[in-house]
């Protein structure tokens, strides 16, 4: 194309006839433009040409490294991974680089031996080494959950866990001042340190081990089984002996109740001069009857025990349902005596039963019971229905040899009349009918009063004290 243009050129200029010189010129400004044009042309086109395959080179370079990184980042697509290798010079390329105390690679991690900040793993860095440590709090606490070593807390490891243990000394001993399960030790939990006898894990002072951790025995204030009593001293000479037995004033049924008011009617063990030569004796008490403090000479429970002598022991002491009599056993000890008493246990009026009375007869001074059927002053009378008398006289109007006329009250003063179990049998059931006089009927009543016997509940009862 630029060839062409020159030729135009001369062509034109031959046949307009002009000047030579200028047309030469001409033609020679425009050849030699027209060289530097088509030259310049040519560079310019070449130079395009270097371009293009440069940049083509450079396209197909950049493919090449392109390919070459997704071939380097594609790794074992069987597991089912995309790793990227860290630049060279960083944490986890598996070099050790400046400024690095570990570089396991892949293998660091907060949980291995080198982090994922490349650092050595210790105890305190707050990473908890799998495998290693049971704990990592970053602290050194020994008092919370992880403890020096990066143990977990745990009773027996010496360190005093806040809020969870009260003690903690390090060693499997259950019986020094701190337990296998980091309690404090103290008499009740149940385990016997040295400085205990014993210890039962309870407060009951009424077993074998004591509140304070003391065996229990007599003499430590508890009563425990086995003993009647335990006063806490070592008096032997009191109420409760050093055995814990009861020391009972026993000289007699009345000193009994007077110790144990709630003492029951039955047979109890006398002994009048305690260590003196007299024996002890078994006497059927009644504990109830205006009182208690009775002993009982004589139980009927049959017709013809009326006619038993007063100084005869007959039966069982202390049987009740077949009747029996002290008297002889009483004499023998002959005691002194300030009260005498009839009781009927079934009094029946007119056919009707009006339950228990009884007939006191007392003296201001004491005689022995050998003397208890012949003494003819010195009396006064008092009974279950509100009647008394300072004064009766004779209280054995009767002979007084046998229970059916012992006891028969007579006053000689103010008309008092006649009381008591009278000598004879008027038409009574169980034998024998019973004077009353200032309770109307007089005395002679025949079986408008009399005292029953035979049946549950009857009986009649004879008794000094």
């Known amino acids: 194309m630029a060839l062409g243009a020159a030729t135009l050129l001369l062509t034109t200029s031959s046949c307009s ?7 030469g010129a001409t033609l020679s400004a425009t050849a030699t433009t027209a060289t530097t044009a088509t030259t310049t042309t040519t560079e310019t086109s070449a130079s395009t040409d270097d371009s293009t395959t440069d940049a083509t080179s450079t396209s197909t370079s950049s493919s090449t490294t392109a ?4 071939t380097d980042a594609t790794t074992d697509t069987s597991e089912g991974t995309t790793a990227v290798d860290p630049p060279p010079g960083v944490c986890g390329d598996g070099a050790l680089n400046e400024g690095e105390e570990c570089d396991d690679g892949d293998e660091n991690g907060d949980t291995k031996t080198c ?8 105890c305190g860095d707050g990473l908890v080494h799998e495998g290693v440590e049971a704990c990592d709090d970053g602290n050194d606490d020994d008092a919370d959950s992880c403890v020096t ?3 977990a807390a745990a009773c027996g490891d010496g360190y005093v866990h806040d809020g969870v243990e009260a003690c903690d000394d390090g060693n499997t001993e259950d019986l020094d001042a701190c337990s296998n399960e980091c309690v404090i030790a103290s008499c009740g939990d149940g385990v016997a340190q040295v400085d205990e006898e014993c210890d039962d894990g309870n407060d009951i002072n009424t077993d074998s081990c004591t509140d304070m951790c003391l065996n229990a025995k007599c003499g ?9 009593c335990d006063d806490g001293n070592q008096v032997d ?3 409760c002996s050093n055995s814990c037995k009861i020391v009972v004033n026993n000289v007699s049924c009345k000193a009994i109740k ?4 709630a003492a029951k009617d039955g047979v109890y063990d006398l002994d009048l001069d305690g260590p003196g030569p007299k024996q002890p004796f078994k006497v059927y008490c009644d504990m109830t009857t205006d009182g208690g403090g009775w002993q009982i000479m004589n139980y009927l429970r049959k017709p013809n025990h009326w006619d038993i002598p007063i100084f005869t022991d007959s039966g069982v002491v202390g049987d009740t349902v077949n009747g029996f009599s002290s008297g002889a056993t009483l004499q023998a000890q002959n005691d002194q005596f300030k009260e005498r008493i009839i009781i009927y246990l079934k009094l029946m009026e007119g056919g009707v039963s009006i339950g228990k009375h009884w007939m006191v007869s007392e003296r201001p001074d004491g005689i022995p019971f050998s003397a208890i059927n012949s003494t003819p002053g010195g009396w006064g009378y008092r009974d279950s229905r509100g009647f008394s008398d300072p004064t009766v006289a004779n209280v054995c109007t009767h002979g007084c040899s046998t229970y059916r006329g012992f006891g028969m009250f007579h006053d000689y003063e103010n008309n008092f009349g006649w009381c008591g179990t009278q000598g004879g049998n008027y038409g009574c059931r169980d034998g024998n009918n019973i004077c009353w006089m200032p309770h109307s009927l007089g ?4 079986s408008a009063r009399c005292a029953y016997l035979v049946e549950d509940g009857e009986g009649a009862l004879y008794g000094v004290r």
């Open 67 to 70: 390919s070459e990184t997704t």
């Open 17 to 23: 006839g002009g000047d030579d010189s200028t047309t």
């Open 443 to 446: 005395c002679n009543v025949g």
């Open 220 to 228: 430590d204030g508890y009563l425990q089984a086995g003993e009647e």
């Open 149 to 151: 070593g990066c143990e």
């Open 237 to 239: 000479n009191d109420k």
């Open 115 to 122: 982090t994922s900040e490349c650092k050595a793993a210790i």
């Open 258 to 261: 007077a110790d144990n008011p």
